[in-house]
């Protein structure tokens, strides 16, 4: 069955189109989200590491080796199946530091530019024959369907066919579908829904194909058991190879695709999978390997049965063909260009973005003013297009010399170069980077001398000049290559790890990969103050758009302020900024424009460890920790519990000046929250703070006691100590072995309220002391006045002196009253209950208002006492004196000048009620809450002392009553305050 060229360009085209439509609605969202971040849909995508070879080469690898050709599923699928522990350490460390390839792994590990200038290339050699692969398949396939020979199909040598013309129209659409959907991070979306697309088209149909060979060329599996009974030789082929170890060679071969090949690094590990997305995977793809894996068998052995003229490697489609089903052909033929596509466009992808970011970017210095993402946007494009040039340039060099499983050996084996390297990222801190690049150039020399070359000039040997003694060279002895290119490899790069010295950076790297930044957490100082100083110091680089944009997107992903300050969150920004860039221009141009225009300041001290990293490195790993180190960090914990918990406010500071430690009660006191300080200076916190703790940490003192400070409308007193945290290094010049302080706070303010009013107090009573002598001094020269008037009364007969007589009298008896009232006062009024007696509150009240008229330096108001004469409750008079008092002095100081403040007395409900209502603005609802709370006051300072209202509450509450707050009292003008005070009327 045939078809004509242009019928198969047709279908070819079709496919695309339709891939192309697929990725466009899935890029513009015209599909649901979910679906395409389903975790299935990652699994499917990874499906693009199963290219043209594994959908028609495997098979004849099948027939090369056997049972020997399951390596290939088992060593990719084993790299998934132990994803926790051999990939989620590579996917965490290149998602924390925006490392897309194997050139930025490594490059950022062996902290080395010369690493990622030999990795591209040798990476760009290793997938050369690998993307010949995939247009040769294309084009023999076409070639295949399209005329009834096999002969035809090597490459004629007067010129360019059809087949030629119809491979190099298909690369040029797939170099546009890739610029279109590859190369910008809007449509990525789109590509991965595509990528996965292609893996399902291709599982469906080869399954298609191995359903035929089972069920269609032998009626069913018992069927096979019969043809594979009468064809013995054919179960003595599957296990030949496996006895002579080959399938070992082929395991470590396979093993290395994994991690090694650029194009299923980026969608495995760089490509920002979650970690439920890796354990999906982690038995997802091995479970899709062995579902590609079933048919391969099967379809061997149809095309055997089928007696087919075709090429092994072609059985995939030849089977189908001469089953004589168009459907099924075009199926077959559909899924090896969904093969050949998928890992073409991410090969090209991958291997533009390594070139572009370690071959052209950091040749130049860069410079931009334009809009940098639209000329990073063309120069990729470019390198797609002309890396589908180069590979249609190697298709045609090679002029089908090597069969599609020979070039996939070649191509694996040189990517096998890689993984001591990869090994070394996160298992063997040692390795150096003069190791690994003397190892790999070994190895890839190796590789090009013995396997790449004779390839390319189809060779099968060299004769030693001057012997006859032959050196084999090609795809014959891979095996021979395979073993001795990566002994090689693997015995420089260690030779020479062990016995050369590694650069700090280096050690820091290592370090880095291997998770242990716990002990490599710095706290370095920036030379920037705000993130404006960012978009300023980038902008030389980057042009003030490009600058202003990542600033903007690195703030986003941390949740940070626009203008944030704190030292500790610069840091973060920096190290974001920097992953940000590497994921744009690759890991040594971005490093080289972060160390540029952000470096940290050279203070000439040794670097200060970062508490904060360090303390979020152990939380994340706390679950990992074991034995001693558990028991440490358990330790560690309680510590640092015990600190925060501390009921005395605390702050801790590094030897920069940095807050390290702001404690619960520090919270508590000044009212900054921990996340607003922590990382950041004294000198960034509000008043009074600000002067108060920098001050007092710049001085020598050890403490300062009795600080004032104003909070608003309230005054707090603060004693301040202070410590010096000794730096665990020892010896160095005195005075460089101090780290940091820490700095306790002791609110001293109800202590210091408390001592004023014991001082008030004390003048009362001293007053009282005086009232008491100035009585009896007063009183007996009063008493003879008044003696003195009555006697001129009686024996006056002038009317004029009489009445001068009377008003002496008045006079006098108007000095008695105020002297005794002053006396009643100065009394403690301690009586016990057993003591007490019915108190009348008309004269309690009349008695305070009295008191309250000696005062001439206060506000001028009347008191209108309305207490009903016969209003009686059980209770001390003199402590009952003192609530009225109180009550009646807070409404004059409330009230305006000529205010009236009215005394009502009534009984309710068994209790003696008397309510004293002003003309003052109220009381404001967020104070109600707090008026009876000691040491409370709204007046100015030394108006009051916030106890008065305390002292009436506490002495209502001793007699069983209630206080009750009206405010406002006068509802129409939303004025005035009515305290009522109720006494029960039994004792």
Known sequence: ?????????????????????????????????????HPLVFVLSLGVSLSAWTFYGVVDLAWQYGYGV?????????????????LEPLARLAQRYQLTSPADLLVFRYHSRAAGTFTTLFMLLGLLPLIALQIQAVSETLALLSRDSVTILALPD????????????????????????????????????????????????????????????????????????????????????????SSHTLLLVFIATAVAMPHIFYLSIAGRPASRHLRVASWGFPLFLLLMALPIFPIMWAGFALDVAEPVQYFTLAV???????????????????AATGALVMMTLALSTMVMNHWLLPGTRWHSEDNMYRQLLWLRRTLVAALYLAGFAFYLLLNNRLSLSDLAILSFIASLQFLPGIFAVIHWPQGNRRGFIAGLLAGMLIWAGGLLLPAILGLSGVTIPGTELQIPLGMTIWTQVTTLSLAVNILLFVLLSLTTDTSSLEQYAANLCGDETIGQALRLELDVQSAADFRLRLAESLGAATASQEVNRALRQLNLPEEERRPFALRQLRDKLEANLSGLLGRVLAGQIIERHLPFKDSGLPANKDIHLIESGLSRYKNQLTGLAAELNNLRLYHRQMLEELPVAACSLG??????????????????AASEVIGSKLDYLPEPWQSLLMDFALSDEGSRFKQQISLGDDRRWLNLHKTHLKNSRGGGVAGEGRDGQMLLVEDITET??????LIHNERLASLGRLAAGVAHEVGNPVTGIACLAQNLQYESDSEEVRDTANQIISQTQRISRIVHSLVNFSHSGNQEKSDWAPVDLYACVQEAVQLLALQRDKTETTFD????????????????IQVFINLLSNARDASPDGGHIRIDGYSANGYACVAVTDEGPGIPLKHRERILEPFFTTKEPGEGTGLGLAMVYSIVEEHGGQLELVSPANAATGRGATFIVQLPQTG
């Not at 085209?13 to 989200?33: D, H, M, N, Q």
């Not at 040029?172 to 292609?198: P, Y």
């Not at 000046?657 to 000044?670: C, H, K, P, R, S």
């Open 655 to 672: 030897r920069d000046g940095e807050i390290l430690l702001w404690n619960f009660a520090m919270q508590d006191l000044t009212g900054i």
């Open 320 to 338: 189908p063909r001469a089953s004589g089903s168009v459907l099924l052909t075009v199926l077959a033929f559909i899924g090896g260009l969904a």
């Open 70 to 86: 399951l390596a290939y599923y088992l060593g990719t699928g084993a790299m998934f199946l132990f994803a926790p522990f051999a």
């Open 158 to 245: 007067s010129g360019v066919t059809n087949k030629d013309l119809t491979t190099f129209v298909y690369c040029v659409l797939l170099a546009l579908f890739t610029s279109t959907f590859g190369t910008s991070r809007k449509h990525r979306l789109g590509l991965t829904g595509a990528l996965a697309l292609e893996s399902v088209v291709k599982l469906v149909a080869l399954l298609a194909v191995g359903g035929y060979a089972v069920y269609g060329v032998f009626n069913g599996f018992a069927g096979l058991d019969l043809w594979l009974a009468e064809h013995s030789s054919m179960q003595q082929l599957l296990y030949a190879p496996i006895k002579e170890g």
């Open 865 to 880: 006492n309305a207490v009903p004469a016969d209003l009686m409750a059980p209770g001390d008079n003199q402590r009952l």
């Open 752 to 757: 210091q309220v408390l001592e004023q009013e």
């Open 1 to 37: 069955m045939n078809f004509e060229v242009g019928h198969i360009a047709l279908i070819g085209v079709g496919y695309i189109a339709a891939l192309f439509c697929f990725a466009l609605a899935t890029s513009k969202g015209w599909l649901p989200v979910r679906w395409v971040r």
